[in-house]
């Protein structure tokens, strides 16, 4: 693949001819690139590389050189670039089985998405990191969008809240509806335009004392929290 010079204050991006960085042909074409940390990790399909370093200056005569990378998975790759996202656990990112995490060592793969893995069908059109959240969301074209929060390692999904492209604006979460209208994210405030956002939970099953002839109905579940808004 090939990388830019330095990039500047004010600068356009700017390439030099020696800027190459040759990848073992296995496992076929490049499909995501992310940085973590000093490293640099390459994507492809079946196959998980990784370099690292600064690379040359400006020049690319002088400076650090990249090594050649190498390879770290042949379990697992990446099948969609839109869904890689960097966070303080490693790297998430949608294989051909679901969503998986790069550790941050980068040196293993865990299946992070079990839990969502009946979603695996739907294409994910982008995936960010929530600034003051820990949590990640995988916004989908339809369906269900997916929302990993890392602090509780839990996954929870959102419907209606479909689009295809997402970024972060002063710490905002900002969206683009498949009819092209751009919506954000509002803290502490519950409603669609003028329609309510519900939240709907499933629990466990629910046992009384196993005293012998016990039995009850539960009527009413009171979540102890705070009060937003009706």
């Keep these: 693949f090939r990388y830019s010079k330095i990039i500047g204050a004010n600068k356009e991006v700017a390439f030099f001819d020696r800027g190459f960085l040759e990848v073992d042909q ?27 370093g600064n690379g040359p200056d400006n020049s690319g005569l002088a400076g650090d050189t990249f090594p050649p990378p190498q390879l770290i998975s042949s379990d697992s790759g990446c099948v969609n670039a839109r869904s890689i996202v960097a966070s303080s656990l490693g790297i998430f990112y949608q294989s051909k089985k679901g969503i998986y995490l790069l550790n941050r060592d980068a040196t293993s793969t865990v299946y992070i998405g079990a839990p969502v893995e009946q979603f695996n069908d739907q294409v994910i059109t982008a995936a960010t990191l929530i600034p003051n959240e820990d949590k990640i969301i995988f916004l989908c074209d339809s369906g269900r969008t997916l929302v990993y929060n890392f602090y509780f390692n839990e996954w929870s999904t959102y ?33 669609d335009g003028s329609s309510p956002v519900r939240l709907n939970l499933t629990s466990g099953w629910l046992t009384a004392d196993q005293a012998p002839g016990t039995r009850f109905i539960c009527k009413s579940i009171y979540l102890l929290g705070k009060y937003r808004s009706s």
């Design 159 to 191: 419907s209606k809240f479909n689009g295809v492209g997402a970024t972060i604006i002063d710490d905002s979460y900002y969206f683009v509806s498949a009819t092209g209208t751009a919506k954000v994210v509002v803290p502490d405030r519950f409603r």
């Design 26 to 52: 296995l496992g076929g074409p490049i499909t995501g690139i992310e940085v973590m940390d000093e490293k640099i990790i390459i994507f492809k399909e079946s196959n998980i590389f990784v370099t690292a």
